[in-house]
């Protein structure tokens, strides 16, 4: 990570993991991809039932994709500090 990556982590990470969660994966990686997929791609499919489950579906996509990228900055984070920075 390069020192800018790594002040702007410690930043996100003092905030917590679930609110980095909760932002970043349920609020802006789930909600863009259930409104995309569901109102755009799968229109012609719309009903109460199918709006229900795929809210379900991208919630919880959105959650695992926050939960994963969390982990994954985190590695990074870990690994500069063990190393200093390196760029990749």
Avoid: C, H
């Amino acid at each position: 990570m390069k020192p800018e990556q790594i002040e702007r982590w410690k930043v996100v990470r003092a905030k917590g993991r679930w609110r980095y969660v909760l932002v970043n994966g349920i609020a802006s990686y789930g909600l863009a991809m259930f409104v995309v997929m569901t109102f755009f791609v799968n229109r012609d499919k719309l009903s109460p039932g199918f709006i229900a489950v795929s809210a379900l579906l991208w919630t919880l996509g959105g959650a695992a994709f926050g939960a994963i990228t969390w982990w994954w900055f985190e590695r990074r984070y870990r690994a500069a500090g063990r190393r200093g920075t390196s760029d990749f």
